[in-house]
């Protein structure tokens, strides 16, 4: 069994255009079907990153292989991206969920001012349940400042939601130490440092010729990710739900170091709190012991004059601080609010006033 894959809470799982096509091209509904299955089934919050576009749009256009210009493949895109989506609407709503579309280019995924954007949506449908279904934004992106292949972009996604897991789904079942068609090429269930990489050929794409970036893309995805302290399953879609299920099938690239809480550790250690959040002990409980995000129906009352985005103290029915987080609310809003549940509150104020009063995600244990 896996710890690393049955204590993650949130993860990213990324599948391949080569995992979602039939032989004769155009999306296979019955992989699809089962991949979304195993995601469903998963007690993590799920964010997807989903290749496939320009597959799915290949057959509607009568197009008979990958075009190999800029324009056609993004033509392709524009019409295989609503099919995807149809399709994973479909499959979700077997299992009463539902999908948001998220498209991104480079530029959100590294300038920072459109990261937080990126991270504040994705965060929320999170919070609402909601299965993220990432793509690149294929029909605006250019030649120079594009990804191409999902795998760099899904390691770029893991580490702006803060995933536990990065999970990389393919046609092949695990990492090889060369051409897997090979009988010569061995099977790796594991990578702990870089130097496991050394005697590896991972320079031939891949036979299906609808996928992009072959093993190169992927190892140096699991590298971005394993560097920012995120473990990497690589595996083959039918085993999806065996690898959520932690079992040891496909590679498990190991984090190389320990999560980096640069921003939490700032937050525990170099702010002064501008106010203070009276807890009654059941919130107090939700915060210390589920990690919870702090609602209004939990606070007690309010000291300080703070700003929305301010640290605070989150402090017990003794005073004693409990955590410290960033504050979703202006002082003068909180009072008409303490007690009441967030159902309440956005029925009478509003859907507005169904935020929580600090984010599980920007709250850290004193
Ligand atoms: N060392 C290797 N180990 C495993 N697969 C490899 C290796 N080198 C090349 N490959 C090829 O990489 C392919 C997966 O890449 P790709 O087709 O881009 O997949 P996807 O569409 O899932 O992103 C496999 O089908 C396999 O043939
Ligand atoms: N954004 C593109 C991804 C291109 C692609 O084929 O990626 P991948 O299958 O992950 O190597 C699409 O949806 O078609």
């Avoid at 929320?124 to 934004?137: G, H, K």
């Avoid at 995120?230 to 170091?257: C, M, Q, W, Y």
Wanted: charged letters at 25%; glycine letters at 10%.
């Amino acid at each position: 069994m896996r710890t690393q894959v049955t204590e993650a809470r949130r993860i990213v799982v990324k599948v391949g255009s080569s995992s979602l096509t039939t032989a004769a091209g155009g999306l296979d509904g019955k992989r699809v079907d089962a991949l979304v299955d195993a995601l469903a089934g998963s007690p993590a919050e799920v964010v997807l990153v989903s290749s496939g576009a320009i597959a799915a749009g290949l057959a509607p256009l009568g197009l008979l292989k990958r075009p190999k210009d800029l324009a056609t493949q993004q033509a392709a895109a524009s019409v295989g991206q609503g099919l995807l989506m149809r399709a994973y609407n479909d499959a979700f709503a077997r299992h009463g969920r539902v999908v948001g579309q998220v498209l991104l280019t480079v530029d959100d995924v590294t300038r920072r001012a459109h990261y937080r954007n990126a991270y504040r949506t994705l965060r929320r449908l999170l919070d609402l349940r909601a299965v993220p279904v990432v793509n690149e934004n294929d029909t605006v992106a250019t030649e120079e400042i594009r990804f191409g292949d999902n795998d760099r972009l899904a390691a770029l996604v893991a580490s702006l939601v803060h995933a536990d897991l990065l999970v990389l789904l393919s046609d092949v079942d695990s990492l090889y130490t060369g051409d897997p068609s090979l009988p010569t090429s061995k099977k790796i269930t594991d990578v702990r440092t870089p130097d496991d990489l050394l005697d590896i050929d991972v320079k031939r794409p891949g036979k299906a010729g609808v996928g992009t970036g072959g093993m190169v893309t992927k190892v140096e995805a699991a590298r971005i990710a394993t560097t920012s302290g995120i473990p990497v399953v690589l595996a083959s879609a039918p085993n999806a739900k065996a690898v959520l299920d932690g079992e040891p099938v496909g590679t498990l690239f190991h984090r190389l170091r320990e999560r980096p809480q640069a921003r939490l550790f700032w937050l525990a250690h170099a702010t002064s709190p501008r106010g203070r959040l009276h807890l009654d002990p059941g919130a107090v409980q939700a915060v210390r012991q589920r990690h919870a995000s702090l609602l209004p129906a939990g606070i007690t009352a309010v000291d300080g004059r703070f700003a929305a985005g301010d640290p605070v103290d989150l402090v017990d029915v003794g005073g004693v601080p409990v955590a410290r987080g960033l504050v979703n609310y202006d002082a003068a809003e909180l009072p008409p609010l303490l007690g009441r549940s967030t159902g309440e509150l956005a029925a009478a104020l509003g859907p507005a006033y169904e935020r929580e009063v600090v984010h599980r995600d920007d709250l850290v244990l004193l």
